[in-house]
């Protein structure tokens, strides 16, 4: 079996959301200019569509934490708080800082120190 990540991220002007299933990744990304509300629920259920899963599925749900918007991040947190409970699996909040510096050294392939 494997393992199926929900990631979110609402912490800056873009809106995010992706599935990892299978050693694939689906996302989607939009600029929301602080409409999350209405774009990360839809933006969700598309990738379910795609990635051909039910949310019941997924066994992860993770979102990013900060630094960036307090409404943006508040936001994320609850989504990902109100699948978590309802589907009783883990949540993990992920440092926005952690997550841009791995793009940057995956992007240069740097050394990690």
Request: proline share 3%; glycine share 4%.
């Amino acid at each position: 079996m494997s393992n199926i990540i929900l990631a979110i991220d609402t912490s800056s002007n873009y809106c995010s959301a992706a599935i990892y299933i299978k050693k694939k990744i689906y996302t989607l990304c939009d600029n929301c200019n602080k409409k999350h509300t209405i774009k990360i629920l839809p933006m969700i259920q598309k990738l379910l569509l795609t990635a051909n899963i039910t949310l019941k599925e997924i066994n992860y749900i993770a979102f990013s934490k900060g630094p960036g918007f307090f409404s943006g991040i508040r936001i994320g947190m609850i989504i990902s708080q109100s699948f978590a409970l309802s589907l009783k699996i883990p949540i993990l909040g992920v440092s926005t800082l952690s997550i841009i510096a791995e793009k940057a050294w995956r992007k240069y392939q740097k050394k990690k120190y």
